[in-house]
């Protein structure tokens, strides 16, 4: 006769089913109770920054380098082109104003100054032979009227005597009228004469004035001509040091081309490039300063060269009370250039935080100095020292200032010694 079986409830299979739930679900409770909260990070606050924020006097202000040069340059052209015949001085030698440097020759120009002065010679021995003309024909004018002039004398005497012997009847009519007529004809030659000696003064003044300034002028462009053949010697325009002289004997240069300079040694300046972002907060009059020996010199844009090239631009600096002594040309020098007037900020040294964090946020520490915790912050202006806080931090608080790199998504760090 058949029994029945019971069945089993727990066998085998069920248990392994249920306990495989189980470490299931166990996995996601322990993953979420271990996700839930903060992620922290075990940091040794030997290999950090900690910066401390404060209250102090902020000036924004970039650094730069400049370059010491002297206070202005002279530029030397060739006036004239020709070939090098001569360097009376080399490349770094100390001049005074109009002291030879170097002699060009050039045959046009020297052949085109021995035409003109001889065209000068004939055009003054050509005067000078007009003048002696001139002076001839007036002495002949002159003479003619002495002549005329004594005719009219003569004339005149006879007319007033037969006029008074003509009234006494003792003269016929026909001897009177013939003395009259003489005298008015001698009468009005000598108004002619008179007349033609005043025109040939007046033309002879004219041709000689004219002649005069023909020559003044041929004299002036003479003068100039020389001027041009005294430029193939390339003199010191002023006192200075020579620098830059790229000229060898026996090279042609051409007119206008660079010779060399003179820098003037009165002063220096420094010339400074700056990044084309800060183009439109420079302006000259502008403040700055460097450090030479351990003093501490105040500098000011002189002049704003706007040309931007390669993203650059130039200024050129002044020393505002005395120049340091023992600065050269060619010297580099760090300058500090002031963008903003003297203001009371709040400040977070700068560290390497800001390449992760880009300054909107940074671990600030507890008070007791063990943990450090993130914030949000704004950061306004900058110098290459600080950033201007503008909310998110106060006097007094500490703050990790060095690389996050290290830290991934971390929430909190735990400081240990």
Known sequence: MDRVIEKKKWNTKRILTIAGIAAIVALIAASVYFTSGKSKLNVDTERITIGEIKTAAFHEFITLNGVVLPESTIYLDAMEGGRVEEKYVEDGAMMTKGQPILRLSNTDLELQLA?????????????????NNAEQNSINRQNQDAEVDNALKESERVYLLNKKLYD?????????????????????????????????????????????????????????MRKKVGDLIVRAPVDGQLTSLDAEIGENKNKGQRLGQIDVMSGYKLRVDIDEHYISRIFAGLMGNCDVAGKTYQLKIKKVYTQVTNGRFQVDMEFADKVPEGIRRGQTLQVRL????????????????????????????????TVAYKVDIQLGRQN?????????????????TSSYENYGNMQELILKK
Do not use: C
């Not at 013939?178 to 001698?186: A, G, P």
């Not at 002619?192 to 040939?200: G, N, P, R, S, Y």
């Not at 009371?344 to 007791?368: D, M, S």
């Open 115 to 131: 035409n003109q002065e001889t065209q000068v010679f004939n055009v003054l021995t050509q005067m000078q032979i007009s003048k």
């Open 168 to 224: 006494q009847k003792v003269i016929g009519l026909q001897e009177f009228q013939s003395s009259k007529n003489l005298y008015d004809y001698q009468l009005r030659r000598k108004k002619l004469t008179e007349q033609i000696m005043k025109t040939d003064a007046t033309s002879m003044k004219q041709q000689v004035d004219q002649m005069g300034e023909s020559y003044q002028q041929m004299k002036r462009t003479l003068a100039l």
């Open 338 to 369: 002031a963008l903003s007037e003297e203001t009371q900020a709040i400040l977070l040294p700068k560290g390497g935080f800001y390449q992760q964090t880009g300054g909107n946020w940074i671990f600030k520490l507890n008070e007791n100095g």
């Open 384 to 400: 290459p020292d600080y950033y201007e806080v503008l909310s998110g931090l106060k006097p007094g608080d500490k703050v990790v």
